[in-house]
């Protein structure tokens, strides 16, 4: 095995990386709520495997092959690389629902905020 194996499973790492880091700074998922971060990260990753696994039994999903992959499987026609996939998927999808929820509420509390103002000067 060569470097070029590990290509995948290496962008897929810093990627993964990049949403600790975001995570850190803005207080998203993990940095929020650690205990409820922790419990829904593992529950999304294994609900994507299950139905990973499903494809697979039902012959729909197989497994590319490249030559930037390891080559390592966790089962039939499922790739190591696919756990961390999944787990950026996850982790990715929490920090933006988290954000686009900050987002919002700053938004509509602006909002809210101005209205009253309004109200006040048109009183």
Excluded: H, K
């Excluded at 990753?45 to 729909?60: E, N, P, Q, R, S």
């Excluded at 990715?92 to 938004?107: C, E, I, K, S, V």
């Amino acid at each position: 095995m060569s470097l070029v194996n590990f290509a995948y499973l290496a962008a897929l790492a810093v990627s993964i990386t990049g949403m600790v880091l975001l995570d850190r700074r803005f207080g998203l998922f993990f940095w929020r709520d650690a205990r409820r971060a922790a419990i829904v990260m593992p529950l999304g990753v294994a609900f994507f495997l299950v139905w990973d696994l499903g494809g697979i039994l039902l012959g729909i999903f197989f497994r590319g092959q490249t030559e930037f992959m390891t080559g390592l499987l966790i089962g039939p026609e499922l790739p190591i690389e696919e756990v961390f996939f999944l787990t950026l998927l996850c982790y990715n999808t929490m920090n933006a629902y988290t954000a686009a929820g900050d987002w919002l509420d700053g938004r509509w509390s602006r909002r809210a905020s101005t209205a009253a103002i309004d109200e006040g000067a048109a009183g």
